[in-house]
């Protein structure tokens, strides 16, 4: 999608000469990392932390040098996607199931960058399904937890049998009627034993690369 490309591509411009790079996962980002390699060609040098298994792949690929899981200790610049944003800039994040490792990453990050289309801007995040991983043993008790919260379930699934993670966890797509606060709710979430991460990133963008009405990339920040 061309709006993906231009939103990723301009990401790129932020990332200097020794910069320690988070990088996101999915196809929005997915030409962040691309521009990235060009980039490189040219002269640029910085090293990426890749926030999931498919991300660690691309940027294998691209001969882009990563930091090795042991050695990460800090990060200049976070870059990803997002799922859903809400006008506080409340982030809603998984579809593709790497909420994990990307919160992490987005929360250790200096500075955090997200690319979108703007399909992506929703006035009510209740509209959008929140992934919630959570670890397999006991995942029946977790899961009724989690809908003591308010929220309907559902395993997600992938060729009929349970998603696995990179981390060898389940997600739950949690659908909540309404979210008066998405702070709380995130916190809420997190403390329930067996829940490893969820998708609702509370203050953490401080950029957003999206495009306008007219269809020309724009830069959004709090
Ligand atoms: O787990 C996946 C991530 O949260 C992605 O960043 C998110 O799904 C956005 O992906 P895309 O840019 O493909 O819409």
Redesign the pocket.
Known sequence: MES?RLAGEKAAEFVKDGMVVGL??????YYTIMKLAERMKQGLVFKGVPTSVETEKIAARLGIPLISKGEINKIDLGI????AIDPDFVLI???????LR?KIVAEAADQFIVVADPGKFVPNLADVEIPVEVIPFASELTEKHLKSLGCHTKLRVNNNTAFITDNGNYILDCKFEEIKNPKELETQILRIPGVAENGLFTDMANKIITLNALGEVVILAK
């Open positions: 993906k996101g996962t999915g196809s929005t980002v990803d996607g997002a799922d994040k998984g579809g593709g199931g790497a909420l990307e």
